[in-house]
């Protein structure tokens, strides 16, 4: 997610690959399907609820 937001805001000399090749190739990505605010809060939520989760709540989540 973070590769597709950097992907179309930063430069190709900052970046240092190809900036908006995604977008060029037509390659659906988080940011064209969400949108780049959207994406952005999505990875700033998945940031925080890592933060907030320990090995333990991931395994008991995915059991449930």
Do not use: F, W
Not at 13 to 38: C, F, M, R, W
Request: net charge negative; with cysteine; proline share 3%.
């Amino acid at each position: 997610m973070v590769d597709d937001i950097l992907d179309a805001t930063i430069d190709t000399a900052t970046l240092g690959k190809a900036a908006g090749k995604d977008t060029q190739d037509h390659k659906p990505n988080y940011v064209s399907i969400l949108g780049l605010e959207p994406s952005r809060q999505l990875v700033r939520q998945l940031g925080d609820r890592a933060d907030t989760c320990t090995g333990t709540d991931l395994i008991t989540h995915r059991l449930h």
